[in-house]
Protein backbone atom coordinates (compact mmCIF):
# COMPACT_ATOMS: atom_id res chain seq x y z
CA UNK A 1 0.00 0.00 0.00
CA UNK A 2 1.30 3.59 -0.44
CA UNK A 3 0.58 6.97 1.03
CA UNK A 4 0.27 10.24 -1.30
CA UNK A 5 1.80 13.60 0.21
CA UNK A 6 0.73 16.68 -1.92
CA UNK A 7 3.06 19.31 -1.69
CA UNK A 8 5.82 16.61 -1.95
CA UNK A 9 8.50 19.15 -3.06
CA UNK A 10 7.95 21.60 -0.87
CA UNK A 11 9.10 22.81 2.25
CA UNK A 12 7.55 20.68 5.20
CA UNK A 13 6.03 18.08 2.22
CA UNK A 14 9.69 17.43 1.30
CA UNK A 15 10.88 16.85 4.98
CA UNK A 16 7.41 14.23 5.28
CA UNK A 17 8.03 12.49 2.18
CA UNK A 18 11.60 11.51 3.94
CA UNK A 19 10.45 10.61 7.00
CA UNK A 20 7.67 8.52 5.80
CA UNK A 21 10.46 6.69 3.42
CA UNK A 22 12.47 6.19 6.28
CA UNK A 23 9.56 4.31 8.32
CA UNK A 24 9.34 2.39 5.04
CA UNK A 25 6.24 3.87 3.60
CA UNK A 26 6.04 3.46 -0.50
CA UNK A 27 5.12 7.77 -1.32
CA UNK A 28 3.54 9.03 -3.95
CA UNK A 29 4.05 12.91 -3.90
CA UNK A 30 1.86 15.44 -5.92
CA UNK A 31 3.51 18.47 -6.17
CA UNK A 32 3.06 21.60 -9.24
CA UNK A 33 6.65 21.64 -8.72
CA UNK A 34 8.77 19.41 -10.19
CA UNK A 35 11.27 17.44 -8.64
CA UNK A 36 14.72 18.63 -8.93
CA UNK A 37 18.04 18.30 -7.86
CA UNK A 38 17.84 19.59 -4.55
CA UNK A 39 15.06 17.32 -3.72
CA UNK A 40 16.83 14.28 -5.34
CA UNK A 41 19.77 15.26 -3.01
CA UNK A 42 17.68 15.55 -0.10
CA UNK A 43 16.44 12.00 -0.20
CA UNK A 44 19.56 9.91 -1.99
CA UNK A 45 18.96 6.35 -1.86
CA UNK A 46 15.19 7.17 -0.27
CA UNK A 47 14.14 8.60 -3.45
CA UNK A 48 13.77 4.78 -5.02
CA UNK A 49 10.39 4.77 -2.48
CA UNK A 50 9.03 7.65 -3.92
CA UNK A 51 7.18 8.24 -7.27
CA UNK A 52 7.34 12.25 -8.20
CA UNK A 53 4.14 13.42 -9.90
CA UNK A 54 4.01 17.01 -11.61
CA UNK A 55 0.56 17.99 -11.33
CA UNK A 56 -2.08 20.01 -9.34
CA UNK A 57 -4.84 19.31 -6.45
CA UNK A 58 -6.76 21.62 -8.80
CA UNK A 59 -6.99 19.02 -11.81
CA UNK A 60 -9.61 16.32 -10.84
CA UNK A 61 -8.06 14.07 -14.03
CA UNK A 62 -4.46 14.26 -11.89
CA UNK A 63 -5.86 12.90 -9.13
CA UNK A 64 -8.25 10.46 -10.82
CA UNK A 65 -5.05 9.16 -12.63
CA UNK A 66 -3.06 8.42 -9.56
CA UNK A 67 -6.08 6.84 -7.88
CA UNK A 68 -6.75 4.77 -11.47
CA UNK A 69 -2.64 3.80 -11.09
CA UNK A 70 -1.98 3.67 -7.40
CA UNK A 71 -3.46 1.60 -4.53
CA UNK A 72 -3.07 4.83 -2.01
CA UNK A 73 -4.35 3.65 1.66
CA UNK A 74 -3.20 7.03 3.43
CA UNK A 75 -2.99 10.63 2.88
CA UNK A 76 -0.95 13.45 3.76
CA UNK A 77 -2.42 16.95 2.31
CA UNK A 78 0.29 19.66 2.74
CA UNK A 79 0.07 21.47 -0.56
CA UNK A 80 -0.65 24.28 0.26
CA UNK A 81 -0.32 28.70 -0.99
CA UNK A 82 1.07 29.91 2.27
CA UNK A 83 1.03 34.19 2.31
CA UNK A 84 1.33 35.64 5.34
CA UNK A 85 1.85 39.21 3.94
CA UNK A 86 -1.18 41.58 2.94
CA UNK A 87 0.14 42.70 -0.64
CA UNK A 88 -0.17 38.79 -1.56
CA UNK A 89 -2.84 38.39 0.21
CA UNK A 90 -4.58 40.93 -1.38
CA UNK A 91 -3.54 40.58 -4.85
CA UNK A 92 -3.65 36.77 -4.79
CA UNK A 93 -7.16 36.50 -2.94
CA UNK A 94 -8.53 34.10 -5.46
CA UNK A 95 -5.85 31.55 -5.49
CA UNK A 96 -5.46 31.45 -2.20
CA UNK A 97 -9.11 29.99 -1.76
CA UNK A 98 -9.00 28.13 -4.60
CA UNK A 99 -5.82 26.50 -3.47
CA UNK A 100 -6.37 26.06 -0.25
CA UNK A 101 -10.44 25.09 -0.26
CA UNK A 102 -11.20 23.77 -3.61
CA UNK A 103 -7.65 22.09 -3.23
CA UNK A 104 -9.34 20.74 -0.30
CA UNK A 105 -12.20 19.01 -1.45
CA UNK A 106 -10.70 17.67 -4.03
CA UNK A 107 -8.48 15.46 -1.87
CA UNK A 108 -10.95 14.95 0.41
CA UNK A 109 -13.15 13.14 -2.70
CA UNK A 110 -10.24 11.46 -3.73
CA UNK A 111 -9.88 10.55 -0.34
CA UNK A 112 -13.21 8.58 -0.56
CA UNK A 113 -13.01 7.27 -3.88
CA UNK A 114 -9.71 5.55 -2.87
CA UNK A 115 -11.38 4.40 0.79
CA UNK A 116 -8.14 5.59 2.59
CA UNK A 117 -7.79 4.24 5.93
CA UNK A 118 -6.90 8.00 7.18
CA UNK A 119 -6.45 11.58 5.97
CA UNK A 120 -3.85 13.88 7.39
CA UNK A 121 -4.67 17.23 6.88
CA UNK A 122 -1.71 19.53 7.60
CA UNK A 123 -3.33 22.83 9.31
CA UNK A 124 -1.05 25.08 10.84
CA UNK A 125 -1.12 27.67 14.00
CA UNK A 126 -2.82 30.52 11.88
CA UNK A 127 -5.48 29.09 12.53
CA UNK A 128 -5.74 30.39 15.89
CA UNK A 129 -4.98 33.90 15.32
CA UNK A 130 -3.36 36.43 16.58
CA UNK A 131 -3.40 36.82 20.62
CA UNK A 132 -3.17 40.03 22.73
CA UNK A 133 -0.93 38.74 25.12
CA UNK A 134 2.27 37.08 23.86
CA UNK A 135 2.61 34.46 26.76
CA UNK A 136 -0.34 32.92 26.11
CA UNK A 137 -0.33 29.26 24.96
CA UNK A 138 -3.19 27.94 22.60
CA UNK A 139 -4.17 24.76 23.04
CA UNK A 140 -6.26 22.44 20.80
CA UNK A 141 -9.72 23.21 23.01
CA UNK A 142 -9.15 27.42 21.97
CA UNK A 143 -11.60 28.97 19.71
CA UNK A 144 -10.08 29.67 16.88
CA UNK A 145 -9.85 33.57 15.64
CA UNK A 146 -7.81 33.44 12.11
CA UNK A 147 -7.35 37.23 11.30
CA UNK A 148 -6.01 36.22 7.35
CA UNK A 149 -7.08 34.29 4.66
CA UNK A 150 -4.79 32.21 5.01
CA UNK A 151 -5.51 30.80 8.20
CA UNK A 152 -8.83 30.95 6.96
CA UNK A 153 -8.91 29.08 4.85
CA UNK A 154 -6.55 26.91 7.44
CA UNK A 155 -9.51 26.54 10.13
CA UNK A 156 -12.34 25.78 7.19
CA UNK A 157 -10.09 22.82 5.55
CA UNK A 158 -10.13 21.09 8.92
CA UNK A 159 -14.04 21.33 9.43
CA UNK A 160 -14.50 20.23 5.64
CA UNK A 161 -11.81 17.31 6.78
CA UNK A 162 -13.63 16.47 9.72
CA UNK A 163 -17.06 16.48 8.24
CA UNK A 164 -16.03 14.55 5.25
CA UNK A 165 -14.28 12.18 6.95
CA UNK A 166 -17.98 11.74 9.62
CA UNK A 167 -19.89 11.43 6.21
CA UNK A 168 -17.94 8.92 4.68
CA UNK A 169 -16.41 6.86 6.94
CA UNK A 170 -12.95 7.27 6.32
CA UNK A 171 -10.85 9.17 9.58
CA UNK A 172 -9.50 12.65 9.74
CA UNK A 173 -6.99 14.15 11.40
CA UNK A 174 -5.80 17.70 11.09
CA UNK A 175 -2.46 19.08 13.22
CA UNK A 176 -1.91 22.41 13.35
CA UNK A 177 2.04 23.42 12.87
CA UNK A 178 3.91 25.80 14.58
CA UNK A 179 6.58 28.09 12.58
CA UNK A 180 8.87 25.20 11.05
CA UNK A 181 12.49 25.73 10.00
CA UNK A 182 14.99 23.74 8.46
CA UNK A 183 15.74 21.94 5.25
CA UNK A 184 14.29 22.23 1.88
CA UNK A 185 12.82 25.63 2.86
CA UNK A 186 12.92 27.84 -0.11
CA UNK A 187 10.91 30.74 -2.49
CA UNK A 188 8.60 29.00 -4.65
CA UNK A 189 5.71 29.87 -6.37
CA UNK A 190 3.64 29.29 -3.36
CA UNK A 191 6.15 30.10 -0.65
CA UNK A 192 7.31 33.48 -0.62
CA UNK A 193 7.87 34.54 2.97
CA UNK A 194 11.16 33.03 4.75
CA UNK A 195 11.81 32.20 8.59
CA UNK A 196 13.58 34.22 10.07
CA UNK A 197 16.30 31.10 10.61
CA UNK A 198 16.54 30.90 6.96
CA UNK A 199 17.32 34.30 6.44
CA UNK A 200 20.04 34.51 8.88
CA UNK A 201 21.81 30.95 8.25
CA UNK A 202 22.13 31.96 4.85
CA UNK A 203 23.67 35.56 6.01
CA UNK A 204 26.02 33.51 8.21
CA UNK A 205 26.93 31.29 5.24
CA UNK A 206 27.22 33.72 2.68
CA UNK A 207 29.83 35.72 5.13
CA UNK A 208 27.50 38.48 5.44
CA UNK A 209 26.82 40.63 8.29
CA UNK A 210 23.49 39.91 10.28
CA UNK A 211 21.64 43.25 12.12
CA UNK A 212 21.47 42.73 15.53
CA UNK A 213 17.76 42.07 16.54
CA UNK A 214 17.66 41.63 20.57
CA UNK A 215 13.57 42.00 20.51
CA UNK A 216 11.43 39.78 22.56
CA UNK A 217 9.74 39.14 19.36
CA UNK A 218 9.19 35.45 18.31
CA UNK A 219 7.15 31.87 17.89
CA UNK A 220 7.74 28.39 19.07
CA UNK A 221 9.86 28.14 16.22
CA UNK A 222 10.14 23.75 15.83
CA UNK A 223 12.61 21.90 13.22
CA UNK A 224 11.14 21.15 10.48
CA UNK A 225 12.46 17.20 11.16
CA UNK A 226 10.57 17.45 14.76
CA UNK A 227 7.23 18.13 12.65
CA UNK A 228 7.81 15.68 9.77
CA UNK A 229 8.29 13.07 12.55
CA UNK A 230 5.00 14.22 14.38
CA UNK A 231 3.24 13.83 11.08
CA UNK A 232 4.32 10.46 10.58
CA UNK A 233 3.71 9.59 14.35
CA UNK A 234 0.06 10.34 13.88
CA UNK A 235 -0.17 9.17 10.27
CA UNK A 236 1.08 5.32 11.43
CA UNK A 237 -0.59 4.93 14.73
CA UNK A 238 -3.00 2.44 15.53
CA UNK A 239 -5.43 4.64 17.73
CA UNK A 240 -5.89 8.60 17.44
CA UNK A 241 -8.20 9.77 20.67
CA UNK A 242 -8.47 13.25 18.68
CA UNK A 243 -8.74 14.42 14.96
CA UNK A 244 -7.34 17.32 15.64
CA UNK A 245 -3.33 18.14 17.36
CA UNK A 246 -0.89 20.64 17.45
CA UNK A 247 2.47 19.96 16.47
CA UNK A 248 5.10 22.02 18.35
CA UNK A 249 8.66 22.08 20.71
CA UNK A 250 6.01 24.26 22.92
CA UNK A 251 9.04 27.24 23.80
CA UNK A 252 9.10 30.15 22.69
CA UNK A 253 12.07 31.48 20.72
CA UNK A 254 12.81 35.17 20.37
CA UNK A 255 14.81 36.08 17.65
CA UNK A 256 17.20 37.75 20.12
CA UNK A 257 17.71 34.20 21.04
CA UNK A 258 18.29 32.84 17.49
CA UNK A 259 21.01 35.42 17.35
CA UNK A 260 22.19 34.48 20.42
CA UNK A 261 22.73 30.71 19.35
CA UNK A 262 24.13 31.56 16.02
CA UNK A 263 27.10 33.55 17.48
CA UNK A 264 27.32 30.83 20.26
CA UNK A 265 27.48 28.19 17.68
CA UNK A 266 29.27 29.76 15.23
CA UNK A 267 31.62 32.53 15.95
CA UNK A 268 32.42 34.12 12.74
CA UNK A 269 28.63 35.31 12.50
CA UNK A 270 28.66 38.97 12.48
CA UNK A 271 26.52 41.34 14.17
CA UNK A 272 26.34 44.64 13.42
CA UNK A 273 23.95 47.74 14.63
CA UNK A 274 20.29 47.58 12.87
CA UNK A 275 19.82 50.16 10.37
CA UNK A 276 15.82 49.43 10.71
CA UNK A 277 13.95 52.19 12.19
CA UNK A 278 12.41 50.32 15.06
CA UNK A 279 15.32 47.38 15.59
CA UNK A 280 12.73 45.54 18.08
CA UNK A 281 10.58 44.88 14.99
CA UNK A 282 9.78 41.20 13.99
CA UNK A 283 9.95 39.80 10.48
CA UNK A 284 7.07 37.83 11.39
CA UNK A 285 5.02 40.98 12.06
CA UNK A 286 2.26 40.78 15.23
CA UNK A 287 3.28 37.74 17.55
CA UNK A 288 1.15 35.38 18.93
CA UNK A 289 1.70 33.01 22.09
CA UNK A 290 3.47 29.31 22.10
CA UNK A 291 1.19 26.13 20.37
CA UNK A 292 0.87 23.69 23.41
CA UNK A 293 2.18 19.93 23.05
CA UNK A 294 0.82 18.37 25.74
CA UNK A 295 -2.01 16.56 23.57
CA UNK A 296 0.44 15.01 21.22
CA UNK A 297 2.40 14.15 24.16
CA UNK A 298 -0.20 12.74 25.85
CA UNK A 299 -2.04 10.73 23.30
CA UNK A 300 1.25 8.91 21.33
CA UNK A 301 3.84 10.08 23.52
CA UNK A 302 5.61 12.45 21.05
CA UNK A 303 7.98 15.01 21.65
CA UNK A 304 10.31 16.70 19.50
CA UNK A 305 13.84 16.08 19.61
CA UNK A 306 15.56 19.38 18.32
CA UNK A 307 16.06 21.92 21.00
CA UNK A 308 17.29 25.45 19.29
CA UNK A 309 21.13 24.60 19.32
CA UNK A 310 20.74 21.50 17.89
CA UNK A 311 18.15 22.51 15.58
CA UNK A 312 19.98 25.18 13.87
CA UNK A 313 23.53 23.34 14.01
CA UNK A 314 21.68 20.69 12.06
CA UNK A 315 20.31 23.16 9.56
CA UNK A 316 23.88 24.87 9.08
CA UNK A 317 25.43 21.61 8.19
CA UNK A 318 22.43 20.37 5.66
CA UNK A 319 22.82 24.15 4.15
CA UNK A 320 26.47 23.56 3.78
CA UNK A 321 26.49 20.02 2.80
CA UNK A 322 23.84 20.66 0.12
CA UNK A 323 25.51 24.18 -1.19
CA UNK A 324 21.89 25.90 -0.49
CA UNK A 325 23.34 29.19 0.25
CA UNK A 326 20.86 31.30 -1.52
Known amino acids: MTTLVTGGVGFVGANIVKDLAVR???VVSLDVLPADDLVSNFLGPLAERVQFIHGSILDVSALDAIRSQHSIDKVVHAAVFTVNRTDLETDRSKDI????????GNLLEFARLADVRRFVYISSGAAYGLTRDPDQTYNEDDPPQPGNLYGITKFASELLARRYGELHAF??????????????ERVTGHRGNMSTPYQWTGQLLRGEPIEANLSDHGRDYTYVLDTA????TVLDADHL?????NVTNAMPVTEGQIQQALVELFPETQLVPSTAPD???SSLGPTRGPLSGYRLWHDLGWTPKFDLPSG???YVQWRRDSGFLD
Open 97 to 104: LDINLQGT
Open 229 to 232: DAVS
Open 312 to 314: LAD
Open 171 to 184: ETVSLRLSTPYGPM
Open 241 to 245: AHDLY
Open 279 to 281: PGA
Open 24 to 26: GHD
